[in-house]
């Protein structure tokens, strides 16, 4: 009789989701990006038998070994059965027999990882799909988790894979880590997914979670391995990395047991993550080599300040008013222009504040986010103006979509009752 | 104590379910049958693919599949031991494949 829980604990978290993520990125270098379905559809097969198997015959002491080694063996039958479309385009053949055999090699798995998430993020496809590929291909998510996690049809989700994945077949793309002047250009591409990927986590647009770690964690990881490949291991990922340890070192303060917002000044600074906190500084200096500064050094430079402030009262704000000023000129986004006022509201005062707001150029469409109608409120409540202040957070309440966000905006609105 | 059939309908998509799915999914069902094992309760069972073909009538019609509808078709079996029906039915109540909409059927096994 098997012991029941004794491999239960030992079968790691996500076990199946991180090893989904290197196997169809293995399988794809194997069948060609041309037969990406392929690829997915032999880790279904080979996870399900797991499925299948493990609850009767109990969990094998190598797990992984398990699954590469079932994946291998589908590998192999799939290749049997499609050698004429294999050989269709000469390009994507399918490799001599020693290549099989060295499929799951860990240094390998790493750079096929790579070599996917550079293909994910080509150019030519948009950045949503290019992240929707990223989170099924590589992330392990199903069609249902990217459209929960977007809140989007899952309609939606399916047609970006399938015009990503007719994509690939039809520039039957390579899987290659670009070289020369094209990389530099092609891994900030990989940045920005990643980026856009973290920030859906730190701030997600779902209304019930507005934390999302798993996202977060993904995003992290991807970008370690970006970091660790000497080829694409330049400053700003460094300083992509940096900014995310910084973000994640306050996940647990930011929210209540009950889920609610605790904002950045009522956050208990005792519950920060310190160590993530100092990975991240080391991860900035490396990103200082080299005279590159990106927005991801300047947005990881503000998140450094506020994080080794004792207090938000003691937080160095002219400091961070001139990483904003400085953000603004590389990226002149409506989001860096909003968060902008509420620094110079700290250092320079409400009316500052509420100047430089209407002086954003009406081409970035701030008054489109609910972010430009919080803060607006927020320096109204401070200039003493109520009825402006609630017209404000009322309109932002329209927009947003968050659950908690509308709460914490409605008890502003309480306490200027009061 | 007398032996019943569990037959297990729908449950989880598996080829729409993500590998988390899966892999929390199964340590649930591996919870659920080691506690059935270690209690001397389980005699067997396997899981059952979706292929398959039904044969039926006089005319030995053959149709493709067992039913149309994915959720109707069989999916899995188990064997297992309980004093009653009651107590089968208070077994199968722990069963993950509730958790995904699923349903099961108990029946008696005639002991010959």
Redesign the interface.
């Known amino acids: 009789?098997?012991e029941?829980?004794r491999h239960?604990s030992e079968?790691a978290d996500?076990?199946?989701?991180r090893?989904?993520g290197k196997m169809v990125a293995a399988l794809t270098k194997l069948f060609g990006t041309g037969n990406l379905q392929m690829a997915e559809d032999v880790?279904?097969d080979t996870?399900?038998l797991?499925?299948?198997s493990?609850?009767?015959k109990g969990?094998p002491d190598n797990p992984s070994a398990w699954l590469f080694r079932v994946a291998k063996n589908k590998a192999i039958d799939c290749l049997r059965h499609n050698r004429h479309l294999l050989h269709a385009d000469p390009e994507e053949s399918l490799p001599a027999g020693p290549d099989i055999d060295r499929l799951w090699k860990p240094e390998l798995l790493q750079d096929d990882m790579l070599r996917m998430m550079f293909a994910c993020c080509h150019p030519k496809i948009p950045d949503e799909n290019q992240i929707t590929l990223i989170l099924k291909t590589l992330c392990?998510?199903?069609?249902?988790?990217i459209a929960k996690a977007f809140l989007i049809p899952e309609d939606t989700v399916s047609k970006r894979l399938y015009r990503t994945k007719e994509f690939f077949r039809q520039e039957k793309l390579r899987l290659t880590i670009p070289s020369g002047i094209d990389l530099e250009s092609r891994t900030n591409v990989v940045l920005n997914a990643i980026y856009l990927l973290f920030n859906e986590g730190y701030n997600s647009t779902q209304s019930e979670n507005l934390l999302r770690e798993d996202l977060m964690e993904d995003a992290m990881m991807l970008c370690r391995m970006l970091t660790e490949d000497k080829h694409t291991q330049q400053p700003e990922a460094y300083a992509l990395m940096a900014l995310m340890c910084f973000q994640c070192s306050r996940n647990k303060s930011r929210l209540s047991p009950e889920g609610e917002i605790i904002l950045l000044n009522k956050q208990d600074r005792t519950r920060w993550n310190y160590e993530l906190i100092n990975q991240g500084n080391e991860y900035m200096n490396r990103a200082a080599y080299g005279d590159a500064v990106s927005a991801y050094h300047l947005e990881a430079a503000i998140a450094f300040e506020h994080c080794t402030a004792s207090s938000f009262d003691t937080t160095n704000w002219p400091q961070i008013l001139n990483y904003y000023n400085w953000l603004y000129r590389i990226t002149p986004s409506a989001f860096t222009a909003i968060n902008r006022t509420v620094a110079i509201m700290q250092v320079d005062g409400p009316k500052a504040a509420l100047e430089a707001l209407q002086n954003i150029p009406a081409n970035n469409k701030t008054d489109q986010f609910y972010l430009y109608h919080a803060v607006l409120g927020e320096i109204y409540i401070r200039l003493g103006d109520c009825a402006n202040a609630r017209l404000s957070l009322e309109k932002a309440i329209q927009i947003t979509r968050s659950a908690a966000e509308k709460r914490i905006l409605r008890e502003k609105i309480a306490a200027l009752l009061n | 104590m007398k032996d019943y059939i569990l037959l297990f309908r729908g449950g989880l998509d598996f080829e729409a379910a993500s590998p988390e799915q899966l892999q929390n999914n199964m340590l649930k069902w591996k919870t659920w049958m080691d506690k059935l094992g270690a209690e001397g309760k389980l005699l067997g069972g396997e899981r059952l693919t979706k292929t398959g073909a039904v044969l039926s009538g006089k005319q030995k019609q053959l149709s493709d599949g067992p039913y149309a509808e994915g959720k109707e078709v069989v999916g899995g079996y188990l064997a297992i031991k309980a004093k009653d029906l009651q107590e089968a039915i208070e077994i199968t109540r722990d069963c993950p494949i509730f958790e995904n909409d699923g349903s099961t059927e108990i029946q008696e096994i005639v002991k010959m």
């Open positions: 009789m098997p029941p829980d239960i079968l996500h076990l199946f989701r090893e989904a880790v279904q996870l399900l797991a499925f299948n493990w609850p009767v969990i392990g998510f199903s069609t249902v988790e």
